[in-house]
C-alpha cells in the first residue's frame, strides 16, 4: 500500500542493533540521541535550533520560539501535579529556554475509548488553571479518539509560541570557559513522585512533583541583564543529560560539585532504596543557567531561594563531565544509555 | 492522589448520558462538538477564533494563525498517502484555512515501543517529502514512547504556525446571504480509500486519497482579491459537517445542489456498497470557500479544474443546510450524530 519503495532508502540507523523502538528511544539518553541525531535532523534537517527545548525563528517581523512536547506520563494524577498541568507548564518551560515569553499554546488530546468523562474533565481544568499560573493562553486544540487497548486514557501534545526576549543568543554555542552553572532549585522530586505512586510507596509526607513554570525566573534574569548564555530545563534524563548534551554541543568540559547540588532527604532515601541516580532523575520546574561566573550572585538573586551554583565550564574534557563527590574524589557523569523511568513526562 | 475536590467541579456535560468517551467524541460530528463547546471551550475559552481549523492571533507585530491537529490514522499507509503526508497537509491546510501562508511546523511522535524501525523510518522520509512539497519547515519535535499495548504504532501530533495573508477576516461571520459555496473538487475519497484497505475491498483500480496540500489555492484566492467571507477544510465529518457548523455559527442557511457536487464513479459504488454517503465523508484536499456570488467565476479560475459552485447561502432556515438532489426533491443534510468511521485522520 506503501508509496515508498523500501528498497531504495536507506536507513542510517543501525537497524540490525535496534529493528524496533524500545521505551529507551523516548527516555532522554543515548539511544534519543541517536534517532534525533539519524533519523529526524536528516530529514527535517536546516533548522539550527531544532534540537533544543525551542526552536527560534523569524516569523513576519519578529523573532519567535516555537516548541512541542507530548506527555504520556502514567499515572495522570501524581502528587504535585498531574498530565494537565505538566502538559502546559512542560512547553512554557521549553519556551523559556529559549528566552521567550510564552504567549499561546495548542492543545492535541488523543483519548482512548472509555475513558472516564469525569477524569478528561479533571484534567482540562487542570489545564485551564495552569494556563492561567503561567501566563499563556490555550487557543487552539484537537482531539482524537483510539480504540480501547490501542491508547492509554490521555495522551496531550501542547505546542507554544512566543516572542523571544531581547536579541541574545541563548545556545551551548555561547558557553565559555570559566563560566558557572547554576540551578533553580533541588532536583529529583518529580521523578520520584511518579515512581512512588507506581511503586506504592509510602514516606512520612508525600513527595510532591517539582512541576512548576519557570518563565518568570528566565525572564528576571534576562531583564536584569545576565548574560545568560545557555539554558536547559532538567526533565527526561535529568541533570547529568542536560549537561552532557551542552559540553558535547559546545566541546568544553563542565566539573560539578555534589555537595552544591540539593536533593532533598526523602528523595535521596527513596533513590537509595530504588536503586536511582538523582542526577538522572526527571524535573519538571528545575532549569540550569549557564552564565558568566562575575554574575552568579546577581543571577542567583533573581532565581530566588534554592538556586545554587553547582558548577563551573571547563576546556573540553574526556569524559565531558565529571562531579567532585562529597568525599572529594572525582566521578564521571555519563548520558544515559537507556531509560531511567519510562513515561515520566 | 489528585490535587482536584471532584466533588466541587460541576461537569456541563451530561455525564449520565456519557460517562465515557466514545470513539463518536473524536468523529467530528454532533458529540464532539458537545465536548469542544461544553468541555474546552469553557475552560480554555476567550479565543474567539479557537473553534476553526486555526486560531488567528496576535503575535509582536504580525498577526498570525496557530493549528494543531493530531493524525491517529490507521492503516498508517494507504493508496495515495500516509500518515507522515498527512501530518504535513492536514496541518498545513488548516493554516490556510486561516488566510495564513502556513511556514513552520512542529511534530510530535508518540511510538509504541516495538514499531519496526524502518516503519518510522518511511514515514519520517514520507513528512520530510510532504514539507517540501508544501513549502513549510519542521523546525522542532518531541519524542515518546509508550509500552507495547498502550499505543497503536504511531501517532503524530503536528502544529503550525503562518503569518495572516492581508487584514481580511475569514470566518462564518463574514458570510452573506447570496453567497455562493465552492469546493475544489470531487469528495470523498480519503475516506474510502482508507475504508477499502481496512475491509481488504479491491478495486479494478486503487481509489487513492486526495490528501494534498491546499494552501497555494488560498493564496491564490486572496491574491486575486477575491472577497473571501469563509473557508473550511472538509476532513472529518465531510462536507455536511463543514456547512453545518458554518451555517450554524453564522445563522443563516445553505442550499446545495447535488448536481454540482463532483462524486467520482468508483467512489460512489463503494458509498453504495459500503452503505456510506459521500456528504460525510472525509476528505484530505477539499475545502469550501465561501465568496460574493460575482466573484465565483473568478474564484473558480484559481481554484482550477475540478472545483465547482456547489450551492447558496440562504437566509436563516431549520433544518440549516438542505441539498436539492438529483431528482428535485429537498433532503435535510444534518450534523452527524455520531461517528461514520473512526481513525480516518
Known amino acids: 500500500m506503501s508509496d515508498f ?54 516569523l513576519g517581523g519578529d523573532r519567535i520560539a516555537l516548541t512541542t512536547d507530548s506527555y504520556v506520563v502514567h499515572p495522570l494524577f501524581f502528587p504535585g501535579g498531574d498530565i494537565g498541568s505538566m502538559a502546559v507548564y512542560g512547553t512554557v518551560n ?29 484534567v482540562v481544568q487542570s489545564m485551564a488553571a495552569a494556563a492561567k499560573t503561567a501566563g499563556v493562553r490555550i487557543v487552539t486544540g484537537d482531539t482524537k479518539v483510539v480504540d480501547r487497548g490501542k491508547g492509554d486514557g ?51 509526607t508525600a513527595i510532591e512533583s517539582d512541576s512548576a513554570p519557570v518563565a518568570a525566573d528566565v525572564l528576571a534574569l534576562l531583564d536584569a541583564g545576565i548574560e545568560v548564555h545557555c539554558l536547559r530545563d532538567l526533565t527526561r534524563g535529568g541533570l547529568a543529560s542536560a549537561l552532557n548534551e551542552i559540553a558535547v554541543a559546545a566541546n568544553l568540559g563542565v566539573r560539578l560539585d555534589e555537595r552544591a547540588i540539593a536533593v532533598r532527604d526523602d528523595v535521596q532515601g527513596a533513590c537509595e532504596i530504588l536503586g536511582f541516580d538523582p542526577l538522572y532523575l526527571a524535573n ?48 564521571t557523569v555519563d548520558l544515559l544509555s537507556g531509560e531511567q523511568l519510562p513515561r515520566i513526562c
Not at 545556545?171 to 513522585?193: E, F, K, T, W
Not at 543557567?289 to 538573586?301: C, F, N, Y
Not at 534554592?306 to 567532585?324: C, D, F, L, Q, R
Open 94 to 122: 521549553d519556551l523559556a529556554m529559549a528566552g521567550a515569553q510564552p504567549q499561546y499554546l495548542t492543545a492535541g488530546f488523543i483519548l482512548e475509548e472509555g475513558l472516564p468523562m469525569s477524569i478528561l474533565w479533571q
Open 5 to 58: 519503495d523500501v528498497a531504495s532508502l536507506s536507513c542510517p540507523l543501525p537497524i540490525e542493533q535496534y529493528p524496533h523502538v524500545l521505551l529507551a528511544h523516548g527516555g532522554g539518553g543515548r539511544l534519543m540521541q541517536q534517532l534525533i541525531n539519524q533519523v529526524f535532523l536528516p530529514a527535517f534537517g536546516g533548522a539550527e535550533q531544532v534540537q533544543h527545548d525551542a526552536a527560534t525563528l523569524s
Open 284 to 331: 519538571e520546574g528545575r532549569f540550569i543557567a549557564i552564565v558568566p561566573s562575575q554574575q552568579a550572585e546577581a543571577a542567583l538573586e533573581c532565581l530566588g531561594d534554592g538556586a545554587a551554583e553547582i558548577g563551573v565550564v571547563t576546556e573540553t574534557s574526556k569524559p565531558p563531565v565529571t562531579m567532585m563527590s562529597e568525599i572529594g574524589s572525582l566521578r
Open 154 to 204: 490521555i495522551f496531550i501534545n501542547t505546542a507554544g509560541v512566543g516572542v523571544v526576549r531581547g536579541d541574545r543568543t541563548i545556545s551551548p554555542s555561547q558557553v565559555q570557559v570559566g563560566d558557572v552553572v547554576l540551578v533553580n532549585g533541588d532536583i529529583g522530586r518529580h521523578g520520584i513522585a511518579i515512581m512512588a505512586v507506581r511503586e506504592g510507596l509510602m514516606f512520612e
